[in-house]
């Protein structure tokens, strides 16, 4: 695994922290991480991945995790940060926040994708649920009480499976803090305008797409997801039984079977 990159400001390339692992001679999929995570969400497949020959890279997005620089747009650092690690094309796997980044770094750099998977999307501008509302509105209001004990238990209840192993909640227990703390410090992270607002944006992506849910995902994550994939011209939505949110780390070994089985289909095109 590398060393982590850092993000520079200014004239310079954002290079984002990143945990790079596998054969640089194998398929690269890039994986994009959700909000309340980092990039160490990812942690737990990245030898997994090695060890089936694929080359895996983590990244933190602007404003989570290590990625101090909260104001670069995350289509143009995902695409310079690979650009440094050598990357000339890949498959981009991101849950939540994560296929939404995915989505627009294809449409701003289609060279660079050859297949995309997204795990739990909904575009920015689809009116919440009144469960997502709900969720909402209990974070914001733990965090405006200055009670972030209370604003990490109701993220991880929200994103999480009753049965996610209680390891797993404590991690992103410990990255949705991280988030929240920076978040309460700095503001929310800003980018650009989102390229997927072009209209026709989505329908001009010619590119392989995978396009799943949690089964016991909020409503605005199914809606989101079966309007991608219709958008997409896709296979229906895949749903993941017994996951939530976060399906990478509800099912991981369901997730890494969609992941590897979809790079198969890719054939030659990786």
Request: hydrophobic share 45%.
């Amino acid at each position: 695994m590398s060393s982590p990159m850092r993000c520079e400001a200014g004239g310079s390339p954002a290079i984002l922290p990143a945990d790079d692992t596998g054969p640089a001679p194998g398929p690269t999929v890039v994986l994009l991480h959700a909000r309340p995570t980092d990039r160490s969400m990812w942690s737990p497949h990245l030898p997994e991945f090695a060890a089936a020959g694929v080359r895996a890279i983590a990244v933190d997005l602007p404003g989570y995790g290590e990625a101090a620089d909260r104001s670069i747009e995350p289509w143009t650092a995902v695409n310079e940060t690979l650009a440094a690690l050598g990357v000339r094309h890949c498959v981009l796997v991101g849950n939540s926040l994560g296929a939404l980044v995915a989505l627009q770094v294809a449409a701003v750099h289609p060279e660079l994708v050859t297949g995309l998977i997204a795990f739990g999307y909904r575009p920015h501008d689809q009116a919440p649920s009144a469960l997502l509302q709900a969720a909402w509105d209990e974070e914001r209001a733990a965090l405006a009480r200055g009670d972030i004990d209370e604003a990490v238990r109701a993220g991880v209840a929200a994103w999480t499976a009753p049965a996610t192993p209680e390891a797993t909640k404590a991690s992103v227990a410990r990255m949705l803090r991280n988030n929240l703390e920076h978040r309460r410090r700095y503001g929310d992270p800003t980018a650009g305008v989102d390229p997927l607002q072009r209209p026709g944006a989505l329908r001009s992506l010619q590119v392989p797409t995978l396009v799943a849910v949690g089964a016991l995902d909020m409503p605005d994550f199914f809606d989101g997801g079966q309007t991608l994939a219709r958008e997409l011209g896709t296979v229906p939505l895949i749903v993941v039984p017994g996951a939530a949110h976060l399906v990478p780390l509800d099912q991981p070994v369901a997730f890494r079977r969609l992941v590897l089985e979809f790079l198969d289909t890719l054939d030659g095109r990786r």
